[in-house]
């Protein structure tokens, strides 16, 4: 799976499909973009206040959308892929940043040194990879993040295992794309590599293909004030510390 969800991204039609079909305007993900987008902005303000911009490590960039969602927030940016195809076509959507092309496996890759406070992010990527390449992205993160006072890590999960999309798990199970992550397999993961997690946030209880209903939308932004909706959102963010000193 690794190699196939690696290589899917280095294909020009697909890549061409990410930014066009799945976040078209208005579309789904968009909507949780947009949404992303806000509470990342505002986070960032208040996380930096009173230091310098953090510099950005944007592993797994694609097309830059946590990149652009930054811009001018942060420092510097630094976007890390596999895919060149999609960091082309990240630089051709506007999207300012140093580009790095990585290896799909093998040792971890090391972040450019830009100095501190740094903020990594991580999203869409962890969901659809198997554990070696997760633990990597966090592995990752750590060499970015040394110690508690270094910055922050933010990573995105896009399939919560305890939303309403698991009702399909059973219909999809034969499906290469169908997978899912729990809040505890995310902290885990995160714990491995000495991160804690210190704030969780969902963006949307719809699958896809409620994305349409009207009553389903609002009845998706009613709860989205209800506090504790991070716990079956479909869409989470995690923004995690290290933990040592
Ligand atoms: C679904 S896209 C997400 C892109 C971007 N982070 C976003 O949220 O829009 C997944 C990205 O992961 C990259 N990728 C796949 N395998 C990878 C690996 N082993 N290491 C780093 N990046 C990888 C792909 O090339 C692709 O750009």
Known sequence: MTSDYTEVFQDAEA???YETVTYAPDSYASRINDRQRDYLRRLVRDEFEGQHPPVQHDFACGTGRAIRTLHGLVREAHGYDTSA????KAAEVGSRAYWHQVPMDGPVPTPVAAGF???????????????????????FAAKALPHRGSGLLVVENHGNAGSLRHLRAKRHQNER???????????ALLDRHGFEVVERQGFSM???????????????SAARRVPGFDGYAVNVLYTARRVHA
């Open 177 to 187: 794309w169908f997978s899912e992550l729990s809040h505890e397999q995310v902290e």
């Open 117 to 139: 406070p740094a903020l990594v992010t991580i999203f869409r990527l962890l969901l659809n990879v198997p554990d070696p390449i997760r633990d990597r992205a966090i592995a």
């Open 206 to 220: 719809l699958t896809p293909s409620l994305h349409g209903h009207k009553v389903a939308r609002w009845a998706d």
């Open 15 to 17: 890549v061409e499909k």
């Open 85 to 88: 195809e999609m960091m082309a």
